[in-house]
């Protein structure tokens, strides 16, 4: 009942954000404050800005498609399409996957990581966190894979899990 | 001069050449025969040496491979005393989390009290109900009620910092020790606490475990702020059941060893409710051996 007026331990602050507890310490150090047994809800909106963190998942419509992981990944690239994050404009990585269930995230996280592997996502670090960009040259790429489900073959093992 | 008789004859001439002749033969022979025998000796001195060389270049290497148990004796001498710290550990979080929910009971307690009780009634009825009766008010009438709902939030909130005392635990100081390598642009910290407070983190409450390993973590990148490497990310996993972690920075960073035995100890040192658990955390440096597993395997990311 009056635990919206209580700040909240690091697990709560995690919950809130959607990050790991680690990562909320490091965001805090990383924004130059301490870390006290206790996060001031005011502080955990600042954290919010300072690393660019979003939670996409939610609005985001699936394609239609017959395969649930191909959905996921062509939902995932075309939030990022719509946001238009490409070359310079990048997103926190983690916003890619924030507030899938369990499995969907691993899905979304596995294909962010080939497709950096491949080029096609571009990962760059900064003290707000990692970022990631559509690289320019695969920007066809990603219209192809969010529009007709054209992967990069690398991908293929997993759509069938 | 010759000790041979005067030959008679050519005749007599021709055989003392030849027996001459054959004796100086003889004798050269047996001169080679000599030199031989010496040199076959030689050589079968030389192949016991080597022999004898090739023995010791066998227990040269078996030394050299030998060398490995030894570091991870040494390992293991590290990791057990930080198990034994982190058995301390446990048994201590166990001692704090009662002292924690004693204070919480003692805050709702108060919360009870004639002072505090009649505003948290009112907190509650308003947040009960207050949004769907407040829609159907009239603005002014909405904004003064909103203003008396701020004004007991904040008057609660308020209560609420002042009943957040820390616990003082009165027990004996324990000293935990969190050790580090930083070898060819690799660094590696092995805490005390167990693996699960990463892995496990949100099935489990956020006790004195969490609180130390976020310190450290908060040193480690206290320590990366303002360098050349300040983005970097540890990476986080378990080593023998201990929450280890990793971080790659530039092999050109100089001092950065330095710089992060600073920062933890500043770190460490400002944890008023840890010093109040009686923990106290120390950072120790040590060879990067002693902090590789047995079968070389790697920070397993739990």
């Known amino acids: 009942m009056l635990d919206a007026l209580k700040p909240l331990d690091l697990h709560g602050a995690a919950l809130e954000l959607g990050e790991h507890p680690f990562e909320v310490v490091r965001l805090l150090v990383m924004a130059g404050h301490s870390v006290e047994p206790s996060v001031p809800r005011d502080r955990i909106a600042q954290l919010r800005v300072f690393g660019g963190i979003e939670t996409w998942w939610g609005s985001i419509e699936l394609p239609d498609d017959d395969n649930r992981r191909r959905a996921i990944v062509r939902g995932m690239i075309e939030a990022m399409l719509q946001r238009e994050l490409i070359g310079d404009r990048t997103t926190r990585r983690e916003n890619l996957y924030r507030g899938l269930p369990a499995e969907d995230y691993e899905v979304a996280a596995y294909a962010v990581s080939v497709l950096i592997q491949l080029g096609g996502l571009v990962l760059t670090r900064a003290p707000s966190g990692a970022l990631v960009s559509i690289h320019p040259d695969w920007a066809d790429g990603a219209r192809a894979l969010v529009s007709r489900g054209q992967a990069p073959p690398e991908l293929a093992g997993l759509w069938e899990g | ?206 006790g004195l475990d969490t609180r130390i390993a976020a310190k450290i973590v908060e040193g480690l990148y206290t320590a990366l702020r303002g360098t050349a490497a300040e983005a970097a990310e540890a990476v986080y996993g378990g080593h023998e059941g201990l929450l280890a972690m990793e971080l790659e920075i530039p092999l050109d960073m100089s001092g950065f060893p330095e710089r992060l035995q600073a920062a933890m100890e500043q770190t460490f040192e400002s944890a008023v409710d840890i010093a109040a658990a009686r923990v106290e955390l120390r950072l120790a440096k040590v060879p990067v051996d002693l902090l590789l597993p047995a079968d070389d395997e790697e920070v397993d990311d739990a």
């Open chain 2, 1 to 206: 001069m010759s000790t041979h008789e005067q030959p008679g004859s050519i005749a007599d001439a021709l055989r003392a050449v030849e027996e001459q002749r054959v004796a100086a033969q003889e004798r050269h022979s047996a001169r080679l025969a000599e030199v031989d025998e010496e040199i076959e000796r030689l050589q079968e001195s030389i192949q016991n040496l080597q022999a004898q060389i090739q023995t010791l270049q066998e227990s040269r290497a078996q030394i050299e491979q030998e060398q490995d148990p030894e570091f991870e004796g040494g390992a293991e001498l590290i990791f057990q005393v930080l198990r034994e710290h982190s058995g301390r550990l446990a048994e201590r979080a166990a001692m704090w989390a009662e002292a924690v929910a004693a204070v919480e009971a003692q805050k709702n307690k108060a919360l009870q009290s004639p002072e505090i009780a009649p505003l948290v009634a009112e907190y509650q009825q308003f947040r009960d109900g207050g949004d769907a009766a407040l829609a159907q008010l009239p603005p002014s009438y909405r904004k003064a009620i909103e203003e008396v709902h701020n004004k007991v939030r904040d008057q609660l909130r308020a209560h609420l910092e002042e009943l957040d005392v820390t616990p003082e635990l009165d027990a004996e100081s324990i000293p935990l020790d969190v050790v580090f390598s930083s070898d060819e642009g690799l660094v590696m910290i092995i805490t005390p606490v167990s693996a699960d407070v990463y892995s496990q983190w949100a099935g489990r409450p956020a």
